[in-house]
Structure formats: structure tokens, C-alpha cells
């Protein structure tokens, strides 16, 4: 399964709402996680399901979507949500990230 | 505190092998499944395999990239998971993470909640 992630990268600035998306190649339900990668640390999970957000996560991040199409919402961007997301889907092997999206300030 | 912890890694020739081993605490081990993921410099993430918990059976899934070089295997009663390289490629060169999947029967989600630090596996 392929997932293709957009954009890239996106530029904000702080208080600004921003959208990613995700596009799978085939349905694969509501199957699918958002991750936020800092570098040199390790990735961390920020929502299963599509839309579960995972404990200690703050409510600024929210997700949405089932099917093919996937959305990661951040409102209100604080300095330290400048970093790099990605989509996984976890519907079937092998599972596949997303290409990821670096959010800049 | 649920941790894992990579070690295991270095600098390796082409063609030879690697082990890396990934030790967990503060959670019952057996219970979950575990994934390798791998970053290559300048790349995004790339999932590499995973293997079941024993009550599923313990076996493995692997992606096409790494199947028949790399395996994984566990030991619940060292609570620590392996990955083995063998015939290691330039393009095996990244830093591998330790996950934990989240699945359980009484939460049938899966995806990817603790992670280890990381490990760097230069090939060259």
C-alpha cells in the first residue's frame, strides 16, 4: 500500500492552523497513525486510528479521515510543532509511511 | 516507566553482519508485538519488520528490502528483541529504532507507542 503524504514541507508561523494529508492506494479503514519526529530523537506517536489522539498529546492536534484520504490537523502551532510529521498505515504488511512533511517556521 | 533501549550498532563493511538487540522494562514483554524501523540519512521512515508475540505464534513479517537478510527474533525471558543483519548493503546505512506495538485484544489498535533511542548502523 502506498501512501502518498502532502505537502512536503509547509511554512507557518506561530498561532497558525495547518493541514497534512495523506492519500492511501487502497481502502485501508480507519487504520492508519500520525507521528512527529524531531531529529535525533525518536519519533512519537501522536494519534492511532485516524482520530485517537494518544495520552499526553495536547488537543492542538487532531485527525480525521477513513478509507483512502487521512488528515492531520495542529491549530494554534507553538515553536516546538515545527518539526517533521508522518502518516503510517497500519492496515496491512508491509506497513508504510508516508513520505513526511517538515513543518518550518 | 515503559523504555526501551537500542544497542548493537557501528560501522560495518559491505557484506558482513550486524546484530542489534533492543531490551525492554516496565512492561510485561511478552504481551506485545515489536517493530524495527530504520531511518537512512536524508530519508524519511521506513518500517522494516516485525515479529508477533508468542501467543499469536511469534512470527515475523519483513519487507522486501531486507527479507532473506535481516530476521528478527525475541527472547520473552530476557524481555529483548534481535534484529540480524547479514549481507549488509550501503543502503542498510541508518539509524534502526526498537518500537512496541500497541495491539492487544482488548484494544485492537496497532501502532507504534514506545520507541527505543535509536541506534546508527554505518555500512561503508
Known amino acids: 500500500i502506498q501512501m502518498a503524504q502532502s505537502p512536503s514541507s509547509l511554512s507557518a508561523s506561530i498561532g497558525d492552523t495547518v493541514t497534512i494529508t495523506c492519500r492511501a492506494s487502497?481502502?485501508?479503514?480507519?487504520?492508519l497513525g500520525w507521528y512527529q519526529h524531531k531529529t535525533g530523537k525518536a519519533p512519537k506517536l501522536l494519534i492511532s486510528?485516524?482520530?485517537s489522539l494518544q495520552s499526553g498529546v495536547p488537543p492542538r492536534f487532531s485527525g480525521s479521515g477513513s478509507g483512502t484520504d487521512f488528515t492531520l490537523t495542529i491549530s494554534n502551532l507553538q515553536p516546538e510543532d515545527f518539526v517533521t510529521y508522518y502518516c503510517?498505515?497500519?492496515?496491512?504488511?508491509?506497513?508504510?509511511f508516508g513520505q513526511g512533511t517538515k513543518l518550518e517556521i | 516507566e515503559e523504555r526501551l533501549a537500542d544497542s548493537g550498532g557501528g560501522l560495518v563493511q559491505p557484506g558482513q553482519s550486524l546484530r542489534l538487540s533492543c531490551s525492554a522494562s516496565?512492561?510485561?514483554?511478552?504481551?506485545?508485538?515489536m517493530t524495527w524501523i530504520r531511518q537512512a540519512p536524508g530519508k524519511g521512515l521506513e518500517w522494516v519488520g516485525f515479529?508477533?508475540?508468542?501467543?499469536?505464534?511469534?512470527?515475523?513479517e519483513h519487507d522486501a528490502s531486507v527479507k532473506g537478510r535481516f530476521t528478527i527474533s525475541r527472547d520473552d525471558s530476557k524481555s529483548i528483541v534481535y534484529l540480524q543483519m547479514n549481507s549488509l548493503k550501503i543502503e542498510d546505512s541508518a539509524v534502526y529504532y526498537c518500537?512496541?506495538?500497541?495491539?492487544?485484544?482488548?484494544?485492537?489498535?496497532?501502532?507504534?507507542?514506545?520507541w527505543g533511542q535509536g541506534i546508527l548502523v554505518t555500512v561503508s
Open positions: 487502497q481502502d485501508i479503514r480507519n487504520d
Open positions: 486510528g485516524a482520530s
Open positions: 515479529i508477533r508475540r508468542k501467543q499469536l505464534g511469534g512470527t515475523t
Open positions: 503510517l498505515q497500519d492496515y496491512s504488511f508491509p506497513y508504510t
Open positions: 518500537t512496541r506495538n500497541s495491539w492487544q485484544p482488548s484494544n485492537p489498535i496497532d501502532a507504534f507507542d514506545v
Open positions: 516496565g512492561f510485561t514483554f511478552g504481551d506485545y508485538g
